[in-house]
Structures are given as structure tokens and as C-alpha cells.
């Protein structure tokens, strides 16, 4: 299998060319630009979170621990907390992602487990989408879908690495499937896994349809007209 400076290699070098498109097809500013590709690099690691190793869930719960704050301060000004209330919560966000999410996930995960998988990749891109807070739909579903190009690069590496080409014929070796997967041999994993995807999908949906609605208005007759506001 790949190793962490592989993943993260790859990863960057897509969020690079994931920032090049929406600058230039996307015509986004520079600041969502560089936070897309940040998340696609960050997503190229997020499937190591279940490491036998410590680095891959260090390293990624220091960086998510002061990004999360980050990403939910636009949607707590929003709430018109005094100085001293917003700098307590994002604290307070800080600490239970850098040590609460942190422990827990190190105790109910195992290595190559459903997270490192198909529907884990989904539910990463899904709590993007739902953290990061952004009246333009378009940017939330950009920053979920960078997070999960990077989050695909890692599988379809590890998938390229269980194929021995050493060889006259190709072999996979035994890692081989446990990457780019849809369930896994614990059924108990695999359903909460799904539903985990599904009570994320649920407010994803609510929010992206009521956006789409918000965007057009019909007129008298049935005609349907672009709203104005965004």
C-alpha cells in the first residue's frame, strides 16, 4: 500500500490542479480557491484516520482541530455572540475535535475498516458540505467535492499498490479490495457506517433542494424564471 508521503503527494498535486479549475472554470476568488485545494490535499489523508500508526490520526485531528473552528465561524456570527462568547465556543470546538472526536474514533475504528471506504468518503464529503456554512450552494458542494476527490485519490492508491506487478502475470496481494469498498466483513460496521451516510444526507438534501427553490420563482402561466437573488 501507499505510504503517507505518497498520499499526501497525491493528494496535493490534485488539490493544485482542483484550485487551477475553479479559478479558471469556476471563476471562484482566490480564498475559497486555496481552501478547496487545502481540503482536497487534507482529504487525501482523512481514510489513514484508522491507522495502526499514530501519525496519520495526529497530524489530521491537529489540522482538523483548528479548521473546524474555521469553517463554523461564519455560521456563529450569525448568532450575534460578544467577542468572549465566539472565542469560548470555537475554543470549546477546538478542544472536542483535537482530543474528544479524536479518542473516540481511535477506540471504535479498526485499520482498513468502513471508513476507509466507498461510503466513508461520502460521509466526509457530506460533513463538509454540512460544516462549512455558505448562502452559494455551489461553494459548499466545491469544498465537499474537494475533500472527496482527495479522500478517492488515497483508495485508488491503495488499490494500485495491492496489485503485484513483479511478476510475468499481475497478483494481488491480500490487501486487495479492502480499499475501494462498500461494506466490510463486520455487518455491524457496515450499517452503522450507512446510516451515519444517511442522517448526513438528509439535511444535505434539505439544504441543496431549498437553495434550489430559493434560486428560481414561477410565474403566472407555469414559466420558470432565475431569482435574482443568490
Do not use: C
Not at 473516540?104 to 485499520?111: A, G, N, P
Amino acid at each position: 500500500m501507499a505510504n503517507f508521503k505518497g498520499h499526501i503527494s497525491t493528494s496535493a498535486t490534485l488539490g493544485v490542479a482542483y484550485g487551477v479549475w475553479g479559478t479558471y472554470h469556476l471563476h471562484m476568488d482566490w480564498a475559497p480557491v486555496f481552501l478547496g485545494a487545502g481540503l482536497t490535499t487534507l482529504g487525501g489523508m482523512l481514510p489513514d484516520l484508522d491507522s495502526d500508526s499514530g501519525i496519520p490520526v495526529r497530524e489530521m485531528f491537529n489540522v482538523a482541530g483548528a479548521l473546524v473552528p474555521m469553517m463554523l465561524l461564519s455560521r456563529l456570527t450569525s448568532y450575534q455572540l460578544t467577542p468572549d462568547q465566539l472565542l469560548v465556543v470555537l475554543a470549546g470546538a477546538y478542544l472536542v475535535v483535537r482530543f474528544g472526536l479524536s479518542y473516540l474514533f481511535k477506540r471504535i475504528t479498526v485499520h482498513r475498516g468502513m471508513f476507509h471506504s466507498v461510503p466513508g468518503m461520502l460521509i466526509a464529503g457530506l460533513a463538509v458540505f454540512l460544516v462549512y456554512h455558505n448562502p452559494n450552494i455551489m461553494m459548499r458542494a466545491y469544498m465537499a467535492g474537494g475533500a472527496m476527490l482527495g479522500f478517492l485519490s488515497h483508495l485508488v492508491l491503495d488499490e494500485l499498490f495491492a496489485v503485484d506487478l513483479m511478476g510475468l502475470t499481475p497478483k494481488l496481494n491480500k490487501m486487495a479490495g479492502s480499499a475501494l469498498k462498500f461494506w466490510s466483513p463486520s455487518w455491524p460496521a457496515t450499517l452503522v457506517a450507512y446510516v451515519v451516510l444517511l442522517a448526513l444526507a438528509a439535511p444535505a438534501w434539505l439544504i441543496w433542494d431549498g437553495a434550489e427553490r430559493e434560486r428560481t420563482v414561477v410565474r403566472p402561466g407555469g414559466a420558470r424564471v432565475e431569482n435574482q437573488r443568490r
